[in-house]
């Protein structure tokens, strides 16, 4: 029907062909949608279609997080709407107008309706609405349906592979390493910000996981240092093992891998220009892309913004629920594997060799760069006590951060001790 057509002009049409759900896409209502005669009817008299109270009531949440959202009440609230609307028999619906400046909103609807007359109910509420405008709604999920057992956020270059490899080891079926055709490799990505992930997310994500009961886990050093992602999986009441190394030895690995091309077009920036400098960088050519370069860069200001392991703590403390927390030093990691299996409750398992530096094997085709930069070398002494100071109150924020502590770690945690 064309959209000039008066809606008492529509209910006399028959009933264009509805899909309520596929697995191609979301629920997507446009100004007339798939709508049934039946329902437009009863929307006009105010019996099927009504808007009760208590669904109105638990709508108009901001579907995203925002700026200073970081209080658990938040989450209790996302919480309440998703059971309360669930128990009165209604669905929820992510709204996104298409026009104006309104932000998405949740839409709590009954099953027997259509949600566009919901949506459209709750965003009069505001000064800015206009008649005019179109909604896309989207059905919502809970994140506490996502099938995630266990997260391993970070630290970056801490060696979370190495414990994602061995966890696989213990049957333990590990995400995180590539990306598939709709960019959902990790649970979170897809639905960044989201107080509810969408139906079609979820499902294609426990779908993908398939019915087997062995734990599913993730790889994702990014969590970590976004308080929306640990907030949700606080919520979600994942496992969570967090691996911390010295932000000094962090920084040095950082440096070598920023630069572990062999294909360079310009001589590779040392360690001591790197740290005592506001930026190096270096162009590289692209492998197998004939005429393509690129510029690779590197700065101090890069590791403190990655590595500051006080902030980190206090971010994790912050959301996580101590009991679903394990801490673990990299140094502690080969030792300690058995007890993370125990604390996830998996059966033992023949572990594979020790973690390696892996930044450091990436340049053992050019021994005599490593020689020339190696921060415990007499030559950069500087940049080592530099690193040193820079990383002070993260390095003492380690120790009382770790689930095991062990008292050689204060000595043994710096690069250039062994």
Same mark, same amino acid.
């Given at each position: 029907?064309?959209?000039?057509?008066?809606?008492?002009?529509?209910?006399?049409?028959?009933?264009?062909?509805?899909?309520?759900?596929?697995?191609?896409?979301?629920?997507?209502?446009?100004?007339?949608?798939?709508?049934?005669?039946?329902?437009?009817?009863?929307?006009?008299?105010?019996?099927?279609?009504?808007?009760?109270?208590?669904?109105?009531?638990?709508?108009?949440?901001?579907?995203?997080?925002?700026?200073?959202?970081?209080?658990?009440?938040?989450?209790?609230?996302?919480?309440?709407?998703?059971?309360?609307?669930?128990?009165?028999?209604?669905?929820?619906? /992510? #709204?996104?107008?298409?026009?104006?400046?309104?932000? =998405?909103?949740?839409? &709590?609807? @009954?099953?027997?309706? !259509?949600?566009?007359?919901?949506?459209?109910?709750?965003?009069?509420?505001?000064?800015?609405?206009?008649?005019?405008?179109?909604?896309?709604?989207?059905?919502?999920?809970?994140?506490?349906?996502?099938?995630?057992?266990?997260?391993?956020?970070?630290?970056?270059?801490?060696?979370?592979?190495?414990?994602?490899?061995?966890?696989?080891?213990?049957?333990?079926?590990?995400?995180?390493?590539?990306?598939?055709?709709?960019?959902?490799?990790?649970?979170?990505?897809?639905?960044?910000?989201?107080?509810?992930?969408?139906?079609?997310?979820?499902?294609?994500?426990?779908?993908?996981?398939?019915?087997?009961?062995?734990?599913?886990?993730?790889?994702?050093?990014?969590?970590?240092?976004?308080?929306?992602?640990?907030?949700?999986?606080?919520?979600? /009441? #994942?496992?969570?093992?967090?691996?911390?190394?010295? =932000?000094?030895?962090? &920084?040095? @690995?950082?440096?070598? !891998?920023?630069?572990?091309?062999?294909?360079?077009?310009?001589?590779?920036?040392?360690?001591?220009?790197?740290?005592?400098?506001?930026?190096?960088?270096?162009?590289?050519?692209?492998?197998?892309?004939?005429?393509?370069?690129?510029?690779?860069?590197?700065?101090?200001?890069?590791?403190?913004?990655?590595?500051?392991?006080?902030?980190?703590?206090?971010?994790?403390?912050?959301?996580?629920?101590?009991?679903?927390v394990l801490v673990v030093h990299t140094r502690q990691l080969s030792e300690r594997l058995a007890h993370v299996a125990a604390w996830l409750g998996l059966r033992r398992h023949a572990r594979i060799g020790p973690p390696e530096n892996t930044a450091?094997?990436?340049?053992?085709?050019?021994?005599?760069?490593?020689?020339?930069?190696?921060?415990?070398?007499?030559?950069?002494?500087?940049?080592?006590?530099?690193?040193?100071?820079?990383?002070?109150?993260?390095?003492?924020?380690?120790?009382?951060?770790?689930?095991?502590?062990?008292?050689?770690?204060?000595?043994?945690?710096?690069?250039?001790?062994?």
């Amino acid at each position: 029907p064309k959209a000039s057509q008066p809606l008492e002009a529509l209910v006399a049409l028959p009933a264009p062909p509805c899909s309520k759900n596929s697995n191609d896409g979301p629920r997507l209502f446009l100004r007339y949608p798939c709508i049934r005669a039946a329902h437009l009817r009863a929307a006009m008299n105010g019996s099927l279609c009504a808007i009760s109270t208590s669904m109105a009531d638990l709508s108009g949440f901001p579907a995203y997080t925002w700026a200073g959202a970081g209080s658990r009440d938040v989450w209790e609230t996302v919480r309440s709407i998703t059971d309360l609307c669930a128990e009165s028999g209604g669905l929820l619906w /992510r #709204a996104t107008p298409s026009q104006g400046t309104l932000a =998405p909103f949740t839409v &709590c609807a @009954s099953r027997s309706c !259509d949600p566009i007359l919901q949506a459209r109910h709750i965003a009069a509420r505001d000064f800015r609405f206009e008649k005019s405008w179109e909604f896309v709604l989207e059905e919502l999920s809970d994140w506490r349906v996502l099938r995630l057992d266990v997260v391993i956020p970070g630290m970056a270059k801490a060696g979370t592979t190495w414990l994602a490899r061995q966890l696989g080891r213990h049957g333990v079926s590990v995400r995180g390493f590539s990306s598939d055709f709709h960019g959902e490799e990790n649970p979170l990505d897809a639905q960044e910000g989201a107080f509810w992930p969408s139906r079609r997310h979820v499902e294609r994500w426990n779908r993908a996981c398939g019915s087997n009961a062995s734990l599913i886990t993730v790889k994702q050093p990014r969590y970590l240092e976004a308080i929306w992602s640990m907030q949700v999986l606080a919520f979600l /009441r #994942a496992k969570v093992v967090i691996l911390v190394r010295s =932000p000094a030895e962090l &920084c040095y @690995s950082l440096y070598l !891998d920023a630069f572990k091309s062999p294909h360079n077009l310009d001589p590779k920036p040392s360690l001591k220009v790197c740290m005592l400098q506001p930026e190096c960088s270096c162009r590289f050519k692209a492998p197998n892309v004939a005429g393509r370069d690129w510029l690779q860069k590197f700065s101090l200001a890069t590791c403190r913004a990655s590595f500051a392991v006080a902030r980190l703590r206090a971010l994790a403390e912050a959301t996580l629920p101590p009991e679903r927390v394990l801490v673990v030093h990299t140094r502690q990691l080969s030792e300690r594997l058995a007890h993370v299996a125990a604390w996830l409750g998996l059966r033992r398992h023949a572990r594979i060799g020790p973690p390696e530096n892996t930044a450091m094997r990436n340049h053992r085709g050019d021994p005599e760069f490593l020689e020339q930069n190696d921060l415990c070398s007499e030559a950069n002494s500087q940049v080592l006590s530099m690193l040193r100071e820079a990383f002070a109150a993260d390095e003492g924020a380690i120790a009382g951060w770790l689930t095991w502590w062990d008292p050689d770690l204060v000595t043994q945690a710096d690069v250039c001790k062994k």
